[in-house]
């Protein structure tokens, strides 16, 4: 069975960081771009950022840009979303996903697999 879990959530205050993990399970995705989105309450699925497979190239939406890092260690199977200077309005339910092909779009429409997500709470 194919998983992707997310982990590394939490509370923190305005300005810390966290670094969020997605392990894969049941198949390697080394061929496949990943992505993280996230989800406030009462909003729709927001794209944060994505990198095609071999790290080749990394997307950033605007609103986390400058702050946020995306990598990934295919050898763990395993993506990662360093976020740096958290604002309130980063506070989400965070996903990754793994895209249908090597390079990863910000349409969630385009991913095959999702994650369960993990929460980030960032109080002011």
């Known amino acids: 069975q194919v998983q992707l879990v997310e982990s590394g959530g939490g509370w923190v205050q305005a300005g810390g960081s966290l670094r969020l993990s997605c392990a894969a399970a049941g198949r390697s995705f080394s061929t496949n771009g990943m992505g993280w989105f996230r989800q406030a309450p009462g909003k729709e699925r927001q794209f944060v950022a994505a990198?095609?497979?071999?790290?080749?190239?990394?997307y950033y939406a605007d609103s986390v840009k400058g702050r946020s890092t995306i990598s990934r260690d295919d050898a763990k199977n395993t993506v990662y979303l360093q976020m740096n200077s958290l604002k309130p309005e980063d506070t989400a339910l965070y996903y990754c996903a793994a895209s249908k092909g090597g390079y990863p779009t910000s349409s969630p429409i385009l991913y095959d697999y999702w994650g369960q997500g993990t929460q980030v709470t960032v109080s002011s």
């Open positions: 990198i095609t497979w071999g790290s080749i190239s990394r």
